[in-house]
């Protein structure tokens, strides 16, 4: 009997504290998204959240990691995540330029909104390689992407995709990421325009698709 209600009490601060990480995360990342120039304080996650600001500290150390936990789990995992599911929708007789405009246009709508473009965008890209013991790991969250496209280019039948090894494969990512994000974080005017995305989806059927004439 005993030992039954040692793992019920386990279990009830095990959910208390699933509820605690979720209710954190939730509220910061609802208050990130309402301010283009700056990242909420202490007081506000408290007063959102209904935590007291130790319970932030107790659960991420710093409110920096708590911004770039958001970040990482809430903006770069996702877009992985949804690159995967674009290319999931194609079928092996759909060309490449097809796959590459659609997670062009996904990434560009992402990138427009208030919370990953501008000063925010910046800041939070910064905090990234500030609070990051290893910034270089930043890079391979869009790597989960590589199985899936690499799949793909196999299984293609109209020979518009290049057959790669899967270095080449994440080379090609990160050029491709630095193309469609350099201007955003450069508060470039270029950023997000229609010769933006236009340029985008060239290189991006350049990096992964077969040149003309190629075998």
Same mark, same amino acid.
């Given at each position: ?7 019920? !009490? ?41 935590y007291?600001?130790?319970?932030? !500290?107790? !659960? ?18 996702? *877009?992985?995540?949804?690159?995967? @599911? ?17 997670? /062009? ?25 500030? /609070?990051?013991?290893?910034? @270089? @790991?930043?890079?391979? /969250?869009?790597?989960? &992407? ?10 293609? &039948? ?17 050029a ?9 974080l @450069? ?17 991006? *059927? ?10």
């Open positions: 009997m005993k030992e039954i209600q040692e793992f019920e !009490y386990k279990k009830s601060l095990q959910l208390r504290a699933e509820k605690t990480f979720i209710d954190i995360t939730q509220a910061t990342d609802d208050l990130m998204q309402k301010d283009e120039g700056k990242l909420p304080t202490a007081r506000e996650l408290a007063s959102k959240s209904g007291s600001i130790g319970t932030f !500290y107790r !659960y991420f150390g710093t409110l920096n990691s708590l911004f770039a936990f958001i970040f990482i789990d809430r903006h770069l995992r996702r *877009v992985a995540q949804e690159s995967e @599911e674009i290319i999931r929708q194609f079928s092996p007789h759909d060309e490449i330029s097809a796959v590459i405009n659609t997670i /062009v246009d996904a990434a560009f709508n992402r990138l427009q909104k208030k919370k990953h473009t501008s000063k925010k965008y910046k800041l939070l890209m910064r905090l990234l390689l500030k /609070v990051s013991k290893k910034p @270089e @790991e930043l890079n391979r /969250v869009i790597d989960s &992407v590589i199985p899936t496209l690499l799949q793909f280019a196999r299984e293609n &039948v109209t020979n518009t995709c290049r057959i790669m090894s899967e270095n080449e494969c994440r080379l090609a990512l990160r491709f990421q630095a193309i469609m994000r350099s201007p955003f @450069e508060d470039d005017p270029f950023a997000g325009t229609a010769e933006h995305k236009k340029y985008a989806c060239e290189f991006g *059927v350049a990096l992964f698709g077969k040149a003309k004439g190629q075998d």
